[in-house]
């Protein structure tokens, strides 16, 4: 019932909220403690996932892509070969505790298109004590994962602007890589992409792989990857984001441009400014508001 509670458990931190779908404690797909309202996709859209109930998805394989992060391919059901999942949106995760009624909860989103057929793929890091994460690194094939969705964040909308800007940090890259597979496989798509995607180390860049090889195969998306602790042969730029890194690879402050931020949160705040109290989007600060962007050029994911 409603009245019923759940804990969600994340980077040792618990919320309490009511149960899902009147508004849960925690961001999507970067997966930093920023609270937001849900919003839940329309239910009848034909796809493996449902936004009113958890649905169980077997795990295939998983592959390791660095220290602390892996792939989680799981598949979906013959009779619904496709998730439903519209760009840019993600999914819910849970498992029970043990504890009658409560479960941890976290939101991904998935790096695969939702014209992927027969699974879909989660990428995921594992942070010390990340209690969804630490579960999913504990699965094996066979096993199942409770998922509930889609979470609509923006619905994307091809040629709506001349030219895209990304800023993204750690893990919060999975929802640009979502976005970028969209407007690439699109031939009709004219628009441009610039990804500045920012990391501790080599080491740390996730999908890099996949993300060189849309930037060889597509002139329109660009990735520049800068470095905390870069080494001694790295080439590409260096340190945090800056007025100047920013004016290096975006066209400007224009009418026809927009940019997505998703990262952690001392990033998000340097880079966009957080969130607004009511978990709404919020003004504008930080290097974008420098640069002359407006909330309405902006998405923080």
């Given at each position: 019932?409603?009245?019923?509670?759940?804990?969600?458990?994340?980077?040792?931190?618990?919320?309490?909220?009511?149960?899902?779908?009147?508004?849960?404690?925690?961001?999507?797909?970067?997966?930093?403690?920023?609270?937001q309202q849900w919003v839940f996709g329309k239910e009848g859209a034909e796809g493996a996932f449902n936004p009113k109930e958890f649905r169980k998805f077997k795990l295939l394989e998983s592959q390791t892509i660095s220290h602390d992060t892996r792939l989680f391919r799981f598949a979906l059901p013959a009779d619904t070969p496709e998730m439903g999942l519209p760009t840019a949106?993600?999914?819910?995760?849970?498992?029970?505790?043990?504890?009658?009624?409560?479960?941890?909860?976290?939101?991904?989103?998935?790096?695969?298109?939702?014209?992927?057929?027969?699974?879909?793929?989660?990428?995921?890091?594992?942070?010390?004590?990340?209690?969804?994460?630490?579960?999913?690194?504990?699965?094996?094939?066979?096993?199942?994962?409770?998922?509930?969705?889609?979470?609509?964040?923006?619905?994307?909308?091809?040629?709506?602007?001349?030219?895209?800007?990304?800023?993204?940090?750690?893990?919060?890259?999975?929802?640009?890589?979502?976005?970028?597979?969209?407007?690439?496989?699109?031939?009709?798509?004219?628009?441009?992409?610039?990804?500045?995607?920012?990391?501790?180390?080599?080491?740390?860049?996730?999908?890099?792989?996949?993300?060189?090889?849309?930037?060889?195969?597509?002139?329109?998306?660009?990735?520049?990857?800068?470095?905390?602790?870069?080494?001694?042969?790295?080439?590409?730029?260096?340190?945090?984001?800056?007025?100047?890194?920013?004016?290096?690879?975006?066209?400007?402050?224009?009418?026809?441009?927009?940019?997505?931020?998703?990262?952690?949160?001392?990033?998000?705040?340097?880079?966009?400014?957080?969130?607004?109290?009511?978990?709404?989007?919020?003004?504008?600060?930080?290097?974008?508001?420098?640069?002359?962007?407006?909330?309405?050029?902006?998405?923080?994911?």
């Amino acid at each position: 019932s409603a009245k019923r509670r759940v804990s969600i458990f994340f980077r040792n931190r618990m919320f309490r909220v009511a149960r899902l779908g009147l508004g849960l404690a925690v961001g999507c797909s970067a997966g930093y403690a920023v609270q937001q309202q849900w919003v839940f996709g329309k239910e009848g859209a034909e796809g493996a996932f449902n936004p009113k109930e958890f649905r169980k998805f077997k795990l295939l394989e998983s592959q390791t892509i660095s220290h602390d992060t892996r792939l989680f391919r799981f598949a979906l059901p013959a009779d619904t070969p496709e998730m439903g999942l519209p760009t840019a949106s993600c999914i819910v995760t849970r498992y029970a505790t043990g504890n009658e009624g409560e479960y941890v909860i976290r939101p991904y989103t998935p790096t695969t298109l939702n014209d992927t057929k027969g699974h879909f793929d989660l990428v995921i890091k594992k942070y010390p004590d990340a209690k969804m994460a630490g579960h999913i690194f504990s699965l094996k094939p066979g096993d199942e994962l409770e998922v509930k969705g889609p979470i609509i964040k923006q619905r994307y909308v091809p040629n709506k602007y001349k030219h895209i800007g990304m800023i993204a940090g750690g893990t919060g890259i999975t929802p640009m890589y979502q976005v970028a597979q969209e407007v690439l496989k699109n031939p009709d798509d004219k628009t441009e992409i610039d990804l500045i995607y920012g990391n501790k180390t080599e080491d740390d860049i996730l999908l890099r792989k996949e993300l060189d090889a849309l930037a060889k195969k597509h002139p329109n998306f660009r990735v520049h990857y800068t470095l905390d602790s870069p080494g001694w042969m790295w080439r590409g730029d260096k340190g945090f984001v800056t007025p100047a890194m920013v004016s290096s690879h975006f066209p400007g402050a224009k009418s026809n441009s927009y940019v997505y931020v998703c990262g952690p949160m001392p990033m998000m705040k340097a880079v966009s400014g957080g969130k607004a109290k009511d978990y709404s989007q919020g003004e504008v600060d930080g290097v974008l508001k420098e640069l002359g962007y407006t909330k309405d050029m902006v998405f923080k994911f």
